[in-house]
């Protein structure tokens, strides 16, 4: 299947601070999303994203396909950002989940 | 639109019973994604079906793991004879198409003891 890599595996932010998550993939996919799961465990959709930019208030991302990765931008972080965020991609049915990027916003 | 529904929330099953997790799409949905999480573990994916059709199940555990999506009513993941090693949140998430994107339930949560 696809490898699917998030990095960095950890991430500790101020309140306010900015922030890049990154999301590479080993091949060509046809879906990839961006998922919030917060410290209640609730999973949550942010973007899907295949290719091109969207925004979502603070949040904004970016898929460039040709070049196997995606980055998420979280802008004026809050605390209730905490939790961990997941990229996932599907290809011919397959469906593969990066590890994740654990973020902990402090106040 | 209520959205992915999952029930029951929370299920315990002694060691030896049978657990039977339920997943209703959201409406107009006929794709449904089964996915488990261990403690302290990210999520894995474990079935893919469309309405009475399993699609992929290559993340199933090889026994006493089944899934079913039939023509009417939830999708149910079956796992008999549980042990502590099933102890898991279950997702489950559906979408209107193939490639396109899914949203989650809550997950149902069990604990074997």
């Known amino acids: 299947g696809i490898q699917v890599e998030q990095s960095p595996p950890d991430l500790i932010l101020q309140e306010g601070a900015n922030s890049t998550l990154r999301c590479n993939f080993s091949d060509s996919v046809n879906n990839l999303q961006w998922f919030h799961q917060n410290p209640w465990g609730q999973l949550i959709n942010l973007f899907y994203i295949p290719s091109g930019t969207k925004q979502n208030g603070r949040l904004s991302a970016t898929t460039v396909a040709t070049e196997r990765y995606s980055l998420l931008y979280i802008s004026s972080s809050q605390t209730t950002d905490s939790g961990v965020y997941f990229c996932?991609?599907?290809?011919?049915?397959?469906?593969?989940f990066g590890a994740g990027t654990t973020v902990t916003v402090r106040a | 639109n209520a959205g992915v529904m999952q029930n029951p929330r929370h299920l315990v099953r002694r060691r030896g019973q049978e657990a039977r997790l339920r997943c209703s799409p959201m409406?107009?949905?006929?794709?449904v994604y089964w996915y488990r999480q261990l403690p302290e573990e990210g999520l894995k994916f474990m079935v893919y079906l469309q309405k009475e059709n399993i699609i992929d199940e290559s993340g199933m555990p090889k026994e006493r793991f089944s899934a079913e999506f039939p023509k009417e009513g939830p999708s149910i993941l079956r796992i008999q004879q549980v042990v502590r090693g099933d102890s898991a949140a279950y997702f489950c998430a559906s979408s209107p198409w193939d490639s396109y994107g899914y949203t989650f339930g809550s997950g149902t949560r069990l604990t074997v003891v």
């Open positions: 996932d991609v599907l290809r011919d049915y397959k469906l593969s």
């Open positions: 409406k107009g949905h006929s794709h």
